[in-house]
């Protein structure tokens, strides 16, 4: 159970240091590149929702090796 614990919280953490440097490059982007508010909640959205399925893919993957 521990090892599991471990697993989320690492990809979760990798996935929060990755999503804070792709809200300041999407941030940027949209001052400059005048996208509209919409767009730029839309593609940090997206990136959120592939996050928390990357990581349960992840955590699902390690949870068989860990039972094996």
Request: hydrophobic share 55%; proline share 0%.
């Amino acid at each position: 159970m521990k090892k599991v614990l471990v697993l989320i919280c690492y990809n979760l953490g990798l996935w929060g240091i990755l999503g804070f440097f792709a809200t300041l490059l999407l941030g940027f982007l949209a001052c400059c590149a005048n996208l509209s508010e919409k767009l730029f909640y839309g593609f940090l959205i997206v990136f959120a929702l592939s996050g928390l399925v990357t990581t349960i893919f992840c955590v699902s993957r390690g949870c068989k090796k860990i039972t094996k």
